[in-house]
């Protein structure tokens, strides 16, 4: 009974069974100390524990624990996920979940060399999804009145630099190739995020059917800027479409900022997992080589589809399978370590964001991946050794992630210990994306070198 984390995944990079707790990114994100596995971020709550041993071979494990959910850094913090115009309102979402209670139940068997886990954890999902909040700028109020019922500041955009606003002057999103590039970034579709701005604000959804009629009636060939407009469902179907109304929109307002709100639906995830160890030859490399897989079936999972107030809906499938050695090269060396992992996600890529809406590039809107099996959906692979030296003084440390639709991590790091209460670690990350496809597009530019000192008492 306590504040406590709780670790059933162990995996490195990916989380697959470790469904239990949030994680506290707002420090730096996900680039920490990769041989860690999560251990310093995960966010601890209170929660009750308690385990008890069915047979000498069967132990049944179970908790309840209040809510916590996944923070990621702040709006403005070079580690934001969310294009800096935008500010999360994450306090508003969080009210309505913070009495919520997360429970799960899990057995693990013990036969030899093979070990068995199966579980299954009823929680609030920790990883926020977003839907776009009124802006509140009531500013422009009186000079645009109202349309379709709605006032100006009763949909989602403010002005930067006027009362009302959270952006200075030039601070907002202007114009179509901005928008674009931003959403690309963040993992929405640009052009289906017009209409889904359409669809849940009549101010916004009324703009754009005048524009549609308006420009119609002007045209020789009454096609007009959106040809395909369904008035009040839909207006723009690809970029050409939609970038002269995203320009004329901030030509009218300059450019401007906004706010989104998280929730956390309910979900149920079953899971199951193993590992076995073989035994070979002494000294051999599948002498005491340990496989582990982990794997987790969502059904129904909501995630955050292009800031709608309708969420995106799917069976989800999480799978990661590792292969883990201790090899001793040298009778002057301790063994090294080897971790070599893979990962399969189904419909959500490895930093949250929905397949369908992969891809966009500031000149093109989202193609979007296919969700499933192998050959669909998003894959990882990881790569890691860590090799002390005969004293355990020093440690050599090396990680890498990379993503199959183009982007990787690397992170090599040496590890000080002069004496017991003192741990100096320093490590440098590279990242890399090929395209806005990669989970690294949105942090590419973070290359770095970090230090950390540690003293335990």
């Known amino acids: 009974v306590g504040n406590q984390q709780i670790a059933w995944g162990e995996a490195l990079f990916f989380r697959v069974a470790d469904v239990a707790n949030g994680l506290d990114l707002r420090r730096h994100s996900f680039l920490d100390y990769a041989q860690e596995e999560y251990a310093d971020e995960r966010a601890p709550s209170p929660a009750i524990r308690a385990s008890y041993n069915l047979t000498q071979q069967w132990e049944v494990e179970t908790f309840l624990q209040m809510f916590q959910p996944t923070l990621y850094p702040r709006q403005g913090s070079p580690y934001a996920l969310v294009n800096s115009p935008y500010e999360n309102q994450d306090g508003k979402g969080y009210k ?224 990661a399978l590792a292969f883990e050695k201790y090899q001793r090269f040298s009778q002057n060396f301790p063994a090294t370590f080897f971790s070599l992992q893979w990962m399969h996600k189904s419909a959500i890529d490895f930093v949250g964001r929905p397949l369908k809406n992969i891809g966009g590039r500031v000149d093109k809107e989202a193609t979007g991946k296919k969700e499933g099996g192998p050959g669909r959906g998003w894959d990882g692979f990881s790569f890691a050794f860590s090799q002390p030296f005969p004293n355990l003084t020093w440690r050599a440390d090396f990680a890498v992630l990379y993503d199959i639709y183009g982007g990787y991590l690397v992170q090599p790091s040496v590890r000080y210990k002069p004496n017991g209460p003192w741990t100096v670690e320093t490590y440098a990350t590279w990242i890399y994306a090929a395209s806005t496809r990669s989970v690294f597009a949105p942090l590419e530019w973070t290359d770095e070198v970090g230090v950390r000192v540690g003293y335990q008492f």
């Open 96 to 319: 309505d979940y913070d009495n919520f209670i997360n429970g799960g139940l899990r057995f693990n068997g013990q036969f030899d060399q093979l070990g068995l886990q199966f579980f299954m954890v009823s929680r609030h999902n920790p990883d926020p999804v977003y839907r776009w909040a009124a802006g509140g700028q009531t500013a422009l109020d009186g000079a645009f009145g109202s349309i379709n019922g709605q006032k100006f500041s009763e949909q989602v955009f403010r002005a930067s630099g006027l009362p009302g606003s959270n952006a200075p002057e030039g601070g907002g999103t202007l114009g179509s190739s901005d928008w674009m590039g931003g959403s690309a970034l963040g993992g929405l579709n640009g052009v289906e995020a017009l209409n889904v701005l359409g669809r849940d604000f009549p101010f916004i959804g009324g703009f754009l059917d005048n524009i549609a009629v308006v420009s119609a009636q002007l045209d020789p060939s009454g096609k007009g800027l959106l040809p395909n407009a369904q008035l009040g469902k839909s207006w723009a179907t690809n970029l050409q479409e939609a970038a002269p109304v995203f320009d004329m929109f901030f030509s009218i307002l300059g450019d401007l900022d906004g706010s989104i709100i998280s929730k956390y639906p309910s979900e149920n995830i079953f899971g199951a997992g193993g590992n076995y160890i073989f035994y070979s030859t002494p000294d051999s490399l599948l002498d005491q080589l340990v496989v582990r897989f982990e794997g987790t079936w969502t059904p129904s999972k909501q995630w955050s589809d292009n800031v709608a107030r309708e969420t995106g809906t799917s069976d989800e499938y999480n799978t």
